[in-house]
């Protein structure tokens, strides 16, 4: 360990307050060191533990242990990686998110396990120096036939990283299949959307598939995966999804549950649930788990009305005792902002809405209190009296 980082009293509290985070502004020395590991100490020369050290990123430093003598080898990744191991056992499901970041306390690591492989995003200049220890801690504890990196995420850019998809260790197929509470689907670990599959709407697929019935709707349905749970209940399923490739994949998902009930339709989804709507149609289960309308900050707005608008219209086309379970995956749409929208929604829609459930994310995507970021996913069940 060469470098050492000192950072302002406000830097200090970060990380006192339960945040890893100390952002370039808080750095009042920089450390004299590549991107790795350093140790940090505040202003007065009190060690405050050992942090990963990103020079070209707003956020300077993401917290590691607080023991500034800590060494970050390979058995320290292990113990953290053998903690996150631990708390999955129970999941009923092949594929999971086996490392969640920041709130694993293995910040800037992502690792979700498909069966016998992983695919991991190492999204910090800091972590990147660190890969070695990384994918050798994780092939001694997950033991994995392959590990494949989609770091082709754009965040990587902010870190000075380029973005890339390179295999780790051993092989990894192009799809690989998962079974997820009796339900199959192929993920595409390569060249699907994320590591290959959306992972953190597994427990609401299942809630809502448990309560789905009568005519079924899914919209932004990617790869089928709500579409799947709901045909299980529901007598017919209408999925629509703009991507033909995943609407590809998801006729082979349909067959390797032996569903002969949905429809996969390609069109934009405002465009099917507004033509719905003129034509009468009605359903007992909707499903909107629309992609991130709010990118940024300054995108807030439009994206609200964009929300309100596919809520709406799927509120409309409920028929009595309908159930509704939508959600939003943009973390600058917070709860009370998504709950507001909804109310607005179903202020317009005419009908008598009961709030049901108000859902959020997975337990191996846990939302740590003290760390914002780590929660994006707002998800509620509507029914309509
Ligand atoms: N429900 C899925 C994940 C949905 S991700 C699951 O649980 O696996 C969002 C999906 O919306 C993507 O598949 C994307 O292709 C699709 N999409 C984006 N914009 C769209 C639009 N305007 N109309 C229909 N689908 C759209």
Known sequence: MDGQAVVSQKGAQRWARGHPWIYRSDVTQSPDAPAGVVTVHDTRGKPLGVALWSPK????????????????????????????????QSI?????????????????????????????????????ACRPQVVNALRSVAKPTGILARNDVS??????????????????????EVLEAGIRYAAAPWDGQKTGA?????????????????RALDCFSY????????????????????????????????????????????ADAFEYLKSAERKRVQ??????????????????????????????????????????????????????????????????SGHRLILREVLGQPGDHPEILTIPETGYIKGAIVERR
């Open 223 to 266: 790869h089928g995966s709500f579409a799947l749970h709901l045909a299980r209940r529901a007598e017919h399923v209408v999925a629509v999804d703009s991507s033909a490739a995943a609407l590809e994949r998801a006729r082979g998902n349909a067959a390797r549950n032996g569903l002969r009930n949905v429809e996969w339709i390609e």
């Open 283 to 348: 359903f007992d289960t909707v499903v909107l788990d629309p992609p991130a309308f709010a990118k940024n900050k300054g995108a807030l707005a439009a994206a609200i009305r964009g929300y309100k608008e596919i809520n709406l219209r799927a509120m409309r086309l409920l028929a009595p005792g309908g159930l509704l379970f939508t959600a939003s995956c943009s973390f600058h749409l917070t709860k009370p902002l998504f709950l507001e929208m909804l109310a607005s929604a179903a202020a317009d």
């Open 155 to 176: 965040l990587r850019a902010k870190e000075g990283l380029a973005q890339t998809v390179e295999l780790l260790l051993g092989d990894v197929p192009r799809e690989i």
């Open 198 to 214: 959306f992972l953190d709407q597994r427990e609401n697929r299942v809630r809502i598939g448990a309560l789905a019935r009568g």
């Open 92 to 128: 009923d499901a092949t594929a999971y998110r086996l490392v969640y970041g920041e709130a694993d306390g293995l910040p800037s690591l992502i690792c979700d396990r498909y069966g016998d492989w992983i695919v991991v995003q190492l999204m910090s200049a800091g972590l990147e």
């Open 57 to 88: 990123s707003e956020i300077s430093l993401r917290l590691l242990d607080r023991d500034a003598n800590a060494s970050i080898d390979e058995s320290w990744w292990r113990e953290r990686i053998q903690l996150s191991v631990e708390r999955r």
